[in-house]
């Protein structure tokens, strides 16, 4: 058994490393030369954030559960599942309550290590699991344990951890922390001279079942900002606990608990921790205690937050209307946090902790079900009441694509991560590796441009392949699994309303089924909209129309290779042949691929074509154009002549007059002399020239 251990450098190099658990335990009973770990427990103790000293102070993270490697991408996947879940013991101030929980753990015999945390105040156990086969209790064998893909060891391990929770829970004296886990949970790197080991662990046989639904997660898996608050209140609640510990000692027992909490609830509020993370971290602390009572719990704590919370106070001496206002206001921000989408045009909302849940939107189901908590909360409010509020200027805006974005600033690691993706689409074209590069910048400079832009992303990238070569696997893996709601690959361009709105909303469209779009489409609206910077709709049930930035780039795909019909060359798009299957083996490294994006457009990379590019992709489109039945009877009797001794300078009119004598108007389509005449001038090696009265071609007409 081998755990993970994973750093990101300060030059954003991903290392990965692998040692065995015996060598793991010896590693941890002694810090680094230079006492990062200590240091590292000294600054928590000292300071409130600790997430710019780990930017500065890059350490491991350690995975117990599986053993990973990298793929091409650098991405890290599972190579071995571990049989491991870990339990985390957080909270323990003092170092009694520290060897008493390593103890407890001993008592078990599931029990395969047990030793201090990244931090000095928390125990982390390592339990041994196995899956019991169709519910026998026999043991997997290690082929069977390799078998297991990455999602069924995840539902392992979830399954595992709240079973072993149940169980070490009636032994341990201090809770354990609620947290769904997963093979990648991790932590950072311990410090323990005197870890517990037992190699002989038995492991805890774990039955299938359904997964079950955990609608919070804990805050090594929050994203950087809530992990970071997380830790800071929980910092300030172990200053309260102290100081509320101190205060009631000598409290008669039966009142202690109920004075204890009153006294906590007080020194958070007084320190400024907002009401509902006081509440959150009160019961994280207590929920496992016998003489716990969450109801009895929430009240203390809205009764003292009510009383010395100076912004309420002042409300209570506002008017009727305006006090009545203030306390749903205060209601809803107490309970929530709530964001306006302003890409998806609607407000969303989560519960107002650390603990995160995913933001949901305020549709009308849950409009109500707000309003129901507002209600039993004691304030007397109706749903417009509650839909006034969440659908006013007053919610503060939220784009996510500017923040997936803007975590990604100054990540990138110096690989060309964008021309390695455009590789994995094996085509004979030498320029399809720095097309990509240049549409895939305009893409992302699209998604943050605003409505006064000049231009749009003007190009589309078409994928030429007989049927299951994988186009469009690839399209749709080009946008992160953060940002995949954006994209779309069932869009009809008959309905040119919904094409507008949908490139105010969406950040990829997939024009599936190219060749279904017809020639009138293709020169006309589609040639329109692929250059627009902004979009002018109205939005469903609207009462006037609106000005909103195109976000959405355009890629194509076909099974034909005649599908342009611009006679003019088809500049707009990238039409490349593959010459085999796309490789979608292994999922992009999204991180790199953006943060290598956001660093090209922040020096100023064109993510435009230059003239001499536009006439190289003109040049290579022709191969690609839809051939008219007037171009295929004219190479029936005309081929283009290299000089004027081999052919004849001809009129477009005489070449139609002849052609129509020969196989009749009623075939020859286009049907007028002005529309052949812009299709000669799409032949590949026939000479023009201008003369006073039309334009000639240099012909040789064919012999029979």
């Known amino acids: 058994m081998k755990v993970s251990l994973v750093l990101r450098n300060k030059k954003n190099a991903l290392k990965l490393s692998s040692k065995t658990l015996d060598a793991f335990i010896e590693r941890i009973q002694h810090d680094t030369k230079d006492g990062a770990v ?11 954030s600790i997430d710019s000293y780990d930017s500065l102070n890059p350490s491991h993270l350690i995975y117990p559960s599986v053993e990973l490697e990298k793929d091409d991408n650098d991405n890290l996947r599972m190579r071995r599942f571990n049989g491991v879940v870990a339990l985390t013991i957080d909270g323990l101030l003092r170092p009694a309550d520290i060897k008493a929980v390593k103890q407890a753990a001993q008592i078990l015999h599931n029990t395969l290590a047990a030793f201090t945390g990244p931090t000095g105040r928390e125990v982390i156990i390592l339990v041994r699991i196995e899956r019991m086969k169709d519910s026998a209790p026999e043991e997997l064998k290690d082929s069977e344990v390799d078998e297991l893909t990455e999602e069924e060891a995840d539902m392992l391990c979830q399954q595992g951890h709240q079973l072993a929770s149940a169980i070490y829970q009636g032994i341990l004296p201090k809770p354990i922390r609620q947290e769904p886990a997963t093979t990648r949970s991790c932590f950072r790197m311990p410090l323990d001279a005197e870890p517990y080991y037992f190699p002989k662990a038995v492991a805890l046989k774990v039955t299938p079942q359904q997964a079950i639904t955990q609608e919070a997660v804990p805050h090594d898996n929050l994203p950087a900002a809530d992990g970071d608050l997380y830790s800071h209140y929980e910092q300030m609640y172990r200053r309260a606990a102290d100081i509320a510990y101190d205060k009631t000692m000598d409290t008669d027992e039966e009142q202690r608990q109920r004075a204890y909490i009153t006294a906590l609830a007080y020194e958070l509020c007084k320190m400024g921790v907002p009401e509902e993370e006081a509440a959150l971290h009160i019961r994280h602390h207590h929920q496992f205690r016998q003489d716990y009572n969450q109801l009895e719990m929430r009240t203390i704590v809205e009764a003292v937050y009510a009383e010395n919370d100076k912004g309420k106070h002042r409300a209570d001496a506002a008017d009727d ?15 929530w946090q709530f964001r306006y989408n302003t890409i998806m045009g609607y407000t969303e909302y989560r519960p107002n902790n650390t603990f995160y849940v995913e933001w949901q939107p305020v549709d009308e189901r849950n409009l109500r079900g ?24 007053m919610i503060r805006s939220y784009d996510p694509i500017g923040d997936y974005l803007w975590n990604l600033y100054d990540k990138w690691d ?14 004979d074209n030498p320029h399809w590796e720095d097309w990509f590069y240049t549409w895939f910048l305009g893409m992302v400079h699209q998604w943050q441009v605003s409505n006064h832009a000049k231009y749009g992303n003007q190009t589309v990238p078409l994928l030429i392949s007989t049927q299951g070569w994988n186009k469009t696997t690839f399209c749709e893996q080009l946008l992160p699994p953060e940002l ?43 040639k329109n909209i692929i250059t627009l910077s902004s979009i002018k709709v109205k939005r469903p049930y609207g009462r006037h129309v609106e000005d909103f930035p195109r976000r959405a780039s355009f890629i194509a795909a076909t099974n034909l290779t005649d599908v342009l019909a611009d006679p003019t060359g088809s ?26 994006a956001m660093q090209a457009l922040g020096q100023h990379e064109p993510y435009f074509f230059g003239p001499e590019e536009t006439q190289q992709i003109m040049e290579s489109n022709r191969r690609f154009g839809m051939k008219t039945a007037a171009e295929q009877f004219f190479l029936d009797y005309f081929e283009p002549a290299a000089n004027a001794e081999e052919g004849t300078w001809t009129s477009a009119s005489a070449i139609f007059e002849f052609l129509k004598d020969k196989v009749g108007v009623s075939l ?9 005449g812009r299709r000669l001038t799409n032949i590949p090696g026939l000479k023009k020239r201008e003369t006073g009265r039309n334009s000639e071609y240099l012909v040789r007409q064919k012999k029979s």
Not at 321 to 335: M, W
Request: proline share 4%; charged share 25%; no cysteine.
């Open 38 to 48: 200590a240091r590292r427990r000294q600054h928590i103790s000292q300071a409130d």
């Open 321 to 335: 209307t305006s006090r009545e206002t203030k306390r749903l206001v205060d209601f809803l921000t107490t309970r």
């Open 370 to 393: 707000l309003t129901m908590e507002v209600r039993l909360g004691g304030i007397d409010a109706r749903d417009n009441d509650v839909r006034r509020y969440v659908q006013s200027n």
């Open 414 to 427: 110096g690989k060309d991560h964008i021309r390695q993706l455009a590789r994995t689409v094996p085509t």
């Open 484 to 526: 995949r709601w954006g994209y779309t690959g069932n869009q009809l361009m008959e309905d040119k309303n919904v094409v507008l709105q949908q490139m105010a909303k969406m950040l990829l469209i997939n024009l599936d089924e190219f060749n279904l779009i017809t020639p009138a489409m293709q020169q006309g609206f589609l």
């Open 571 to 596: 500049r707009r798009f990238l039409a490349v042949q593959l010459t085999g299957p796309i490789d979608v083996s292994t999922p992009p490294n999204y991180e790199q691929l953006y943060a290598q």
């Open 668 to 676: 020859l389509k286009p049907a007028n002399v002005a529309a052949f």
